[in-house]
Every structure is written in C-alpha cells, then in structure tokens.
C-alpha cells in the first residue's frame, strides 16, 4: 500500500532562517506530488506541484521554493523565512488513476519567530 | 482563476440534530472530491463524484454533485460527536487535471 512521510511535525524558526521541509513516498511509482500550506483556521493553498522529477509547477508567487529531486521525494524550501510563512505545511500524493483522493502527509506546523 | 466558495464558515449543533455544507466553484468541475480534516489532523479523504447529479451515500453521509458540475453538498444525518473537525470540498477544473483546489472548509462541532 501506499504511504507519505512528512517531517518534522513541528518546527519554530527564526525570521531570516532557511527551511527545508522533505516528504517521501512510498509504494507508488512517478506519483503526482504536491505542497499545500494551511493557515490557522483557513482553508488549504495549493503551493507547488510536480509531476515528475524535476518537473515543477508553483501556483503563488512567494519566498518558497520547490525540488523533486527523485521519483518520490518532493522538498519544499526557502533561503530565508518571513513571519507570514508560519502556517501547517501538507505534502500530497495524488491518488491515480481512478475514484481516488489525494493522501496526504501528517504535516508540519512551522512557526516563524 | 478556479475558485472554490464554501459555506457556511462554521456550524455549531447539538448531536443528534443534521448538517449540512454547501461548495460552489466558479468554474466547471471534471470532478469534486470530500474531505475530512479533525482538529490537530491532516485532511482524510472521504469520497469524488463525478457524474452530473450524483448522490453518493456514505452510512449517515450524503454527497451530492449538481446538475451543472459547479456546487457540491454534504449532509450529515444526526451528528454524532464523533463528527467533529473541517470538511472540505476539493474540485479539479476541466482545464487542468493536475490540481485540486479546496475550498475554504466547514468546522463543524457538535454540542454532547
């Protein structure tokens, strides 16, 4: 079966600071990935996507980057964060081919201080 | 571009007593999706519709897709308490299949 991992859970950085935030598939081939950032009570902001490796496509402009650097790793980063960065971060594997949902990864909940 | 509305923004009800969401998009919809998110959770999907005026039963869950592929609903039958969290509509345009745009959720709670 198929399975998304997502770290860290949570994370408090310094304004200024880099981030790296990884996710990793696991038992699907070439899957569609994606980031989505939740803000405190809103709903979910599609960031990035990709449908293969090094292929990336990022809906809002904004201080974050996106890398698929394999088939099943998907890595959200930024050089430096700003305070409107804070928010809980979610990966996505899409589901496929047929009547199936995106899976999504636990989730990282960034504060920017 | 697409834009997925959905209300109302929170519902409070005692358990026992039904529930229901509204999702609209401003554009057509190849498909629509529901999801359940609990509070401190990650969204959990719970079902895609496809077909112009599909009904969908899920126990006491009722999803329905309009006739114009553009509004969704969900209706819960006697809320229970473990009922609880954020329910979100998600819809894919025509134009692109790759992306699911949310909605901006319901936040349901349910009083014991």
């Known amino acids: 079966s198929q399975t998304i991992h997502q770290w860290p859970a949570t994370l408090v950085q310094p304004v200024g600071s880099p981030l790296s935030l990884e996710c990793t598939v696991e038992?699907?081939?070439?899957?569609?990935l994606y980031w989505y950032r939740q803000a405190a009570g809103r709903g979910l902001q599609l960031l990035f996507y990709s449908v293969g490796i090094g292929q990336i496509s990022s809906e809002v402009p904004q201080n974050l980057s996106a890398s698929r650097p394999q088939d099943r790793q998907f890595i959200l980063s930024s050089k430096k964060l700003l305070l409107s960065d804070s928010g809980f971060y979610l990966c996505?594997?899409?589901?496929?081919?047929?009547?199936?949902?995106?899976?999504f990864g636990s989730g990282t909940r960034l504060t920017v201080v | 571009g697409q834009q997925v509305m959905q209300i109302p923004q929170y519902q409070h009800v005692q358990e026992g007593e039904d529930f229901t969401t509204y999702c609209n998009s401003s554009?057509?919809?190849?498909?629509i999706q529901w999801y359940k998110q609990r509070p401190g959770g990650h969204p959990v999907f719970l079902i895609q519709?496809?077909?112009?005026?599909e009904v969908k039963k899920q126990k006491r869950l009722t999803f329905q897709f309009g006739e114009a592929k553009k509004n969704s609903s969900l209706h819960i039958t006697a809320t229970q308490t473990t009922d609880v969290g954020t329910y979100f509509c998600a819809g894919k345009g025509r134009d692109s299949s790759y992306k699911l745009i949310f909605g901006s959720g319901t936040r349901l709670l349910v009083r014991p």
């Open positions: 554009t057509t919809l190849s498909n």
């Open positions: 519709l496809v077909k112009s005026g």
């Open positions: 038992g699907t081939s070439n899957p569609n």
């Open positions: 996505a594997w899409g589901g496929g081919l047929g009547p199936y949902g995106y899976t």
